[in-house]
């Protein structure tokens, strides 16, 4: 399956809004799991500071959409360990793994066509250059950075997209011609609007899921 599914996001949005019991009040991870779901992505993967959160929870939802697989990567055995108890029964569907991230990206796990780096991570400049090597050149693959917070200015030369939402977001498309991590950012950009209907009252929703930059290839000073 290729290009964008409105269809696909609306619904791992209103399964991560379920997952994660917060009624009608989305968050970040509602727009994690409707990029991921809507990109039609695979495989996803996410390295994490500390035990899976929310964030992981939208990967799962957007599994279920997409068929994809989901994997979470932790630093240790007592980190897991904590991911899968957080996790509960949604876990279920989440490969639990233990390692250093950025090499899983550019072995096991490369040609993911979704990554999600947590800012907070030790090495996470590191991990999120690793992310733009290992990914899928299909030209759909997503890098996204969460917990971005202050340090949005340490990253300008990786030229991502700098999203307000939540602690920050950091987003990223992989060009198809980009074969290392050589990425600059191309001006035109598009959105998606996704429409979604309450059951119970009828009440419309409507929001804009922002589809992020395309790259072209420029030497990346690292």
């Known amino acids: 399956m290729s290009g964008w599914s409105a269809e696909n996001a609306k ?11 917060r009624g009608k009040e989305p968050d970040v991870a509602e727009f994690i799991s409707a990029l ?5 992505a695979r495989l996803m993967v996410v390295a994490s500071a500390g035990s899976a959160s929310s964030t992981t929870l939208a990967l799962a939802a957007a599994g279920h959409q997409t068929g994809g697989r989901v994997v979470c990567i932790s630093s240790d055995q007592n980190e897991s360990k904590a991911s899968r108890k957080a996790l509960g029964v949604n876990g279920d569907c989440v490969e639990f793994v233990v390692g250093d991230a950025k090499s899983l990206l550019l072995s096991d796990y490369k040609g ?8 907070d991570i030790t090495n996470a400049r590191e991990v999120f250059l690793a992310a733009f090597e290992g990914a899928k050149k299909d030209g759909r693959a997503l890098v996204v950075g969460y917990n971005v917070r202050h340090r949005a200015s340490r990253w300008r030369q990786l030229r991502a997209s700098f999203l307000p939402i939540g602690e920050g977001l950091l ?9 290392s991590t050589n990425v ?3 001006k035109k950009r598009r959105g998606h609007w996704i429409v979604q209907v ?6 419309e929703h409507i929001f804009r899921v922002p589809s992020p930059y395309s790259y072209r290839k420029v030497q990346l000073h690292v």
């Not at 619904?11 to 019991?21: C, I, P, T, V």
């Not at 993911?112 to 800012?119: A, E, G, N, T």
């Not at 987003?171 to 074969?179: F, L, R």
């Open 11 to 21: 619904r791992a949005y209103l399964q991560s809004l379920k997952m994660a019991k």
């Open 171 to 179: 987003v990223s498309k992989i060009d198809s011609n980009v074969k």
């Open 36 to 40: 991921a779901a809507g990109n039609n």
């Open 198 to 203: 309450d059951k119970c009252t009828g009440e």
């Open 184 to 186: 600059n950012i191309d």
């Open 112 to 119: 993911s066509d979704f990554v999600l780096v947590d800012c």
